[in-house]
């Protein structure tokens, strides 16, 4: 059974940045679509509303939080891609140092 998980992060307040950002991400790097893959996110999507970002992410059985970020240290482009990500990003408000995607809390769900 799949799971969802929806985050949040901001973007530097900055148009110029923000629009490079966007272009990163419509030619995204081939390694990074492939750690996405291998750790069990089978569907991801990115949403843009002035500065704050949204992520939804379709997870299967085999993915963990722990296994990612443990695969994406070892990782020397997700460290390069992550690394040129963070030019464009800051953390929201609520994030501890170090933080960046932040899990939001499910406060609504329409039943079937």
């Not at 059985?61 to 990500?85: C, H, I, T, Y």
Request: hydrophobic share 40%.
């Amino acid at each position: 059974m799949n799971r969802r998980y929806c985050l949040t992060l901001d973007l530097k307040d900055d148009p110029i940045l923000v629009e490079e950002y966007k272009r990163n991400h419509q030619r995204i790097w081939p390694e990074i679509t492939q750690s996405i893959k291998d750790s069990g996110i089978e569907d991801m999507e990115i949403y843009l509303l002035g500065t704050r970002m949204f992520m939804i992410m379709e997870v299967n059985e085999r993915f963990s939080f722990e296994a990612k970020a443990l695969a994406d240290r070892g990782n020397p482009k997700v460290q390069e891609w992550e690394n040129l990500m963070w030019k464009f990003q800051k953390p929201v408000p609520q994030a501890k140092p170090g933080e960046k995607w932040l899990l939001m809390e499910q406060v609504f769900k329409l039943e079937k």
